[in-house]
């Protein structure tokens, strides 16, 4: 079973392997979940506009055995509001 680190290294991984295709700019870690599964949800936050400030979430599924992603979501600041 994998921890917190090892989950979040996997989420920022993956992004990484697309940043060719889209650039992540300043990634943040913004929140980690443990679900009843094992399985982990990570959030991260990526500026989407210097001049505003304004971010993109990206909410990632990790297995809790293998670090696989299982999925990776848009995550709304409305949703993430509610959530918190």
């Known amino acids: ?19 060719e295709l889209i650039p992540p700019r300043e990634m ?3 929140e980690t979940e443990s679900l009843d599964s094992g399985d982990w949800q990570i959030t991260l936050s990526f ?9 993109s979430y990206k909410s990632f599924l990790i ?16 949703a993430a509001r509610l959530v918190g």
């Open 1 to 19: 079973m994998i921890g917190v680190r090892q989950a979040v290294e996997a989420a920022v991984s993956y992004v990484r392997e697309f940043q």
């Open 28 to 30: 943040r870690l913004e």
């Open 47 to 55: 500026l989407e506009n210097p001049i505003s400030g304004q971010r």
């Open 63 to 78: 297995d809790k055995d293998t670090a696989e992603i299982k999925s990776m979501k848009v995550r709304s600041i409305a």
